[in-house]
Each structure stands twice: as C-alpha cells, then as structure tokens.
C-alpha cells in the first residue's frame, strides 16, 4: 500500500511561476524526503525534513511538514522550463524502509 | 553524481528465463536497495541489504532473489522472468544508520518479459 500520495498527479505552469506539490501520508513518520526524476533517468534527491521540522529552504525549493495533517507540500519558485520533471515524496516510518508516492508530473512551459 | 552503474541497461527476455541485474558501487556505502517502478504504482522496494551477505525483503520480493558477497555488488535475480516482471528496476544506496536517509540512485534498468 502507498504510504505517500502526492497530488496532482499532473501539473503545468508557465515559465516564472510557482509551483506547489502536495504529499499526504497515513502513518507516523520519522522524516518525509522529495526526489526528483527526470524522463528516463533515476531519482536525484532534493530535500529531507525531519518530523520534528516545520519547514525548510533549498535554493528555490520550499518544504513544509503539518504532522497533524500528515501531509508536506514542496514550492518551486520562479520556475524554469528545466525543472519539467517527476516529483516523488518518500516517507520513513519507525522501523521500514522509504515508501514512494506515484509522484506529480510538472511540465514547465517556456 | 554518486558512483553507482547498473547493468545491463536495458533487457529483453522471454517468460521463465532467469535474468540478474547487477549494481555496483563505487561509494562504500553500507546500504543498498532494489527498487521496481511501474505507472500507477510509484517505486517498490523489492530487497534491501545492510551489509555483505546482510539481505532482507521489501514489499514486492515474491519472484526475486539478491545476493550481496561484496560491498560494492548487489545482485537481483528473477529465478523464472514473467510478464509481470516487466519494469524499470532501480538500484539505490545509502549510508546511513537507524534512518533511510538520503538515498542515491542509479539510471535503471529497462526489463522486458516478453
């Protein structure tokens, strides 16, 4: 079963634009991670947050964590037609391994 | 970019064949996993291993074997391929301990059972 689920499962933007991925998940986590992949290749990684964070900044990249909602959201800012890629949250929970989501599809147009 | 290389990239096979893919390391990195990726299923961890000879299962284990017999190798084996096996399979590794950390994957091998 998917822990992680993000939403939308497809997203298109305009060059310049911002860009927010939803995650939600079903149990207790130790840390909530996002990847990225582009097509064809493997998954590069972006950001960890730990259960006990609330946010943190990357570059151009906004990770929040609500556990009381069980859910994490990722902003790209100012996007750019080279940030066209999938984008996977994985969650840990005590005692498993990282469990992918099936990931939001985000075209940028230039 | 970290040093992992899977092979073969990219396979055709027919069903009840075996098949191995190979990953290696060049990171000396402790942990090393095994995941599948289909449309509409995300990534599933197949196997894990925590050390030489270490191995353990993931979600989707039914129909694959792996074996670890040095640092920088993790083997899968489908002992007799099937349809259902067709995917692109992921090596990834990691060094941390108690958590998964970050992992790092390799470029996927493409398998086809035909």
């Known amino acids: 079963s998917q822990q992680g689920e993000e939403d939308p499962q497809a997203l298109s933007i305009q060059e310049g634009e911002n860009a927010t991925m939803n995650c939600s998940y079903k149990t207790s986590i130790n840390n909530l991670q996002w990847y990225r992949q582009n097509s064809g290749r493997g998954l590069v990684h972006l950001i960890l947050i730990r259960s006990n964070e609330r946010e943190k900044h990357s570059g151009r990249l906004r990770v929040t964590l609500d556990t009381s909602k069980k859910s994490s959201s990722l902003l790209i800012t100012a996007s750019r037609a080279a940030d066209t890629a999938s984008y996977f949250c994985a969650t840990e929970t005590s005692g498993s391994r990282l469990t992918f989501g099936e990931g939001t599809q985000l075209t940028v147009n230039p | 970019d970290a040093g992992i290389t899977q092979s073969p990239r990219h396979k055709v096979t027919e069903t009840g064949t075996p098949v191995t893919l190979r990953c290696h390391q060049t990171e000396n990195h402790r942990y090393m996993y095994w995941y599948r990726q289909d449309p509409g299923h995300g990534l599933r961890l197949i196997h894990y291993?925590?050390?030489?000879?270490?191995?353990d299962k993931g979600e989707v284990s039914d129909g694959y074997s792996v074996s670890r017999s040095k640092t920088e190798d993790f083997l899968l084996t489908l002992e007799s391929a099937t349809s259902s096996q067709t995917s692109v399979y992921f090596c990834?590794?990691?060094?941390?301990?108690?958590?998964?950390?970050?992992?790092?994957f390799g470029e996927g091998s493409r398998l086809t059972v035909l």
């Open positions: 291993s925590y050390g030489v000879k270490d191995t």
């Open positions: 990834a590794i990691s060094e941390s301990g108690r958590t998964t950390g970050e992992l790092f």
